[in-house]
């Protein structure tokens, strides 16, 4: 079963606050991805990856940078956080273009 | 639009008893893959299909491409079955390689 794990689990920060969200996963796979999840709108695609390196504008990207800095790790970077982006982020990983993707646990954020 | 569509948005049922989450799409889909979401609020993988049907115990999923449906049944409901359910899909088309998600199934099951 692959492994993909998220931290922090949970986050407050204020209004313009600088946040940062860590994911890695251990399986080797290539592509990972961020969304968020709200009520009404199902998971949608903030930023994803292909490789170290990499990075590929999502479906709602403003507001957010993302970065990957090897094969395991992509962060995902809220510079200036507003109350809109609270919500439950989740990580996710595959090995290639059509395979499942593997989600984290998720990483509850509240803008205050 | 949305591309995919997911009902019901909220379902009851009594355990012991069954029912059926349906996600139609918009265009043509290459892949479904079902999740729950649990009450600790992790993304569990329940299927990915191409084509066909997959059974896993007390669920069943099939996905018809041409008929841009996907289905997820569930029999013999158990309390922890409870949770929401999402549907997503991955477009028939060269570059694809991201997910598009239905908004998602309430399920609640009670004694």
């Known amino acids: 079963e692959a492994a993909v794990t998220q931290s922090p689990r949970n986050k407050v920060t204020v209004t313009g606050g600088n946040v940062t969200l860590s994911c890695r996963q251990t399986?080797?796979?290539?592509?990972m991805y961020w969304y968020r999840q709200d009520t009404g709108h199902g998971l949608r695609l903030i930023h994803y990856s292909y490789g170290a390196g990499n990075l590929q504008i999502g479906d709602v990207p403003d507001g957010y940078k993302a970065t990957r800095t090897t094969q395991e790790d992509f962060f995902l970077l809220l510079e200036l956080a507003s109350p809109s982006q609270t919500s439950l982020y989740f990580c996710a990983s595959s090995d290639a273009r059509g395979d499942t993707q593997y989600f984290g646990p998720g990483t509850r954020l509240l803008v205050l | 639009g949305d591309q995919v569509e997911q009902s019901p948005s909220a379902l009851s049922l009594h355990e012991g008893t069954g029912s059926a989450l349906r996600c139609n799409f918009t265009t043509t889909m290459r892949a479904v893959q079902w999740f729950r979401k649990n009450s600790r609020g992790s993304l569990i993988n329940l299927f990915y299909?191409?084509?066909g049907t997959k059974e896993n115990g007390r669920l069943k999923s099939a996905f018809d491409s041409k008929e841009r449906y996907s289905t997820l049944h569930i029999r013999d409901a158990q309390l922890e079955d409870s949770g929401t359910y999402f549907c997503a899909a991955e477009m028939n088309t060269e570059g694809a390689d991201r997910l598009t998600f239905g908004k998602g199934t309430q399920l609640i099951i009670q004694p």
């Open positions: 299909l191409a084509s």
């Open positions: 399986n080797s796979h290539n592509y």
